[in-house]
């Protein structure tokens, strides 16, 4: 089972950047393809973005803030989030179901994981 620890999150001001950190470890982690999920207070997780070996896919609600890449393991992927706004404000997560490919990724993907890591926390405020 893949399994996943989430980190680089923190309280950001509105404008600013952060990386967000996924490391993946278990059998055949690094051939999956991963999407970013979040959680804001009182609302749903909704999708964020995927990867995969090939080109990334992004929620629709994503207007190019945000960039998603892996690194050259395979076991690590990051979300790169750039002018941070106080409705990015949730908890981040990134999960897989052994998915081979991205194609079609949505907030519907969410419920079929059936373990999620502690996520990584990002806050946005003056």
Do not use: M
């Not at 979040?38 to 909704?46: D, F, I, M, S, V």
């Not at 995927?50 to 629709?60: K, Q």
């Amino acid at each position: 089972q893949v399994q996943f620890v989430e980190s680089g999150g923190g309280l950001v001001q509105p404008g600013g950047s952060l990386r967000l950190s996924c490391a993946a470890s278990g059998y055949g982690a690094k051939y999956y393809a991963i999407g970013w999920f979040r959680q804001a207070p009182g609302k749903e997780r909704e999708a964020v973005s995927c990867i995969s070996g090939s080109e990334p896919v992004y929620a629709d609600w994503v207007k190019g803030r945000f960039t998603v890449s892996r690194d050259a393991s395979g076991y690590t992927v990051y979300l790169h989030i750039n002018n941070l706004k106080p409705e990015d404000t949730a908890v981040y997560y990134c999960a897989t179901e052994a998915w081979v490919s991205c194609a079609g990724f949505g907030s519907d993907w969410s419920r079929g994981i059936d373990s999620w890591g502690q996520g990584t926390r990002v806050t946005v405020s003056s």
